[in-house]
T-cell receptor
Framework: DTAVSQTPKYLVTQMGNDKSIKCEQN?????MYWYKQDSKKFLKIMFS???????INETVPNRFSPKSPDKAHLNLHINSLELGDSAVYFC????????????FGQGTRLTVV | AQKITQTQPGMFVQEKEAVTLDCTYD???????LFWYKQPSSGEMIFLIY??????QNATEGRYSLNFQKARKSANLVISASQLGDSAMYFC????????????FGKGITLSVRP
């Protein structure tokens, strides 16, 4: 019973390609996030969605486009991949308002070559 | 703006001993939450413990406890009876309450447990 699942776990692709990472949560949470972890292990928020609506967009290039078909899913689509996009991307979900829970997916290690 | 500070260099602890991982935070919010996560070498982010700013008692979850000192703005993680499997990177994070909230992370601390 994986609470937050994201696929794929590993993604290797060439520069210029378009790729998607999928995320699903079965916790009934209203809020979902995408975080990027860089090579120095620093975790930085990219987007948050609350009930399918975009709440936070933290100065992310518009090549990154999140899509939330319903509140249990938040997918990340990346166009025209660049070498600097190589990182680990984490999906997370949390409770609304009280924010007492926040669980992460297993991460997707993206390598752009 | 919220800020989390984790300044300890790599930490080492002998198996079965207790260890404290430091975390200080800065926020102007009155209501917020503090989290600790463990990231082993396999890469996943594992939720360990949560403390609300209005919780009067320190949070505990098994061998993990959070030493919450609100006036000092510190939220240190205490791991008792360390195990080899505790070797990992540990992140402190904070979140404010409300719909536009986000988790703000510290830069993490590496813990190595020695046999």
């Amino acid at each position: 019973d994986t609470a937050v699942s994201q696929t794929p776990k590993y993604l290797v692709t060439q520069m210029g390609n378009d790729k998607s990472i999928k995320c699903e949560q079965n916790l009934g949470h209203d809020t979902m996030y995408w975080y990027k972890q860089d090579s120095k292990k620093f975790l930085k928020i990219m987007f948050s969605y609350n009930n399918k609506e975009l709440i936070i967009n933290e100065t992310v290039p518009n090549r990154f486009s999140p899509k939330s078909p319903d509140k249990a899913h938040l997918n990340l689509h990346i166009n025209s991949l660049e070498l600097g996009d190589s990182a680990v991307y984490f999906c997370a979900s949390g409770t609304d308002m009280s924010n007492t829970e926040a669980f992460f997916g297993q991460g997707t290690r993206l390598t752009v070559v | 703006a919220q800020k989390i500070t984790q300044t300890q260099p790599g930490m080492f602890v002998q198996e079965k001993e207790a260890v404290t991982l430091d975390c200080t935070y800065d926020t102007s919010d009155q209501s917020y939450g503090l989290f600790w996560y463990k990231q082993p070498s396999s890469g996943e982010m594992i939720f360990l413990i949560y403390q609300g700013s209005y919780d009067e008692q320190n949070a505990t979850e098994g061998r993990y406890s959070l030493n919450f000192q609100k006036a000092r703005k510190s939220a240190n993680l205490v791991i008792s009876a360390s195990q080899l499997g505790d070797s990992a990177m540990y992140f402190c994070a904070m979140i404010d309450t409300g719909a536009n909230s986000k988790l703000t992370f510290g830069k993490g601390i590496t813990l190595s447990v020695r046999p």
